[in-house]
């Protein structure tokens, strides 16, 4: 499940989904540059992905993270997401 957040309504109803935001990877589009936000405290528009490995899988094979940032996310970007899964 990918989630764009880049308000806080938005915000809102990710926790209401019953997952918290330190639970999820992020990354953040910071101009033309995408990067991995393991901090979670980025500026710019910022995309959430589950810390599962079906999510990240679904992520790299749909590149939804693309969608939801409106840019292209590279592959050492995925590469950081499969590293940082709680496996």
């Not at 809102?12 to 990354?27: C, M, T």
């Not at 940032?69 to 590279?74: G, Q």
């Amino acid at each position: 499940t990918i989630l764009a957040i880049d308000d806080e309504p938005k915000a809102l109803r990710l926790l209401q989904e019953g997952q918290a935001l330190d639970e999820l990877l992020r990354v953040a589009r910071l101009g033309d540059k995408v990067i991995y936000d393991k901090d979670k405290k980025a500026q710019g528009r910022g995309a959430y992905v589950c810390r599962d490995l079906a999510c990240i899988e679904g992520a790299i094979k749909h590149r939804g993270l693309d969608r939801s940032l409106k840019c292209r996310v590279s592959e050492e970007v995925y590469k950081s997401f499969s590293e940082a899964y709680d496996g």
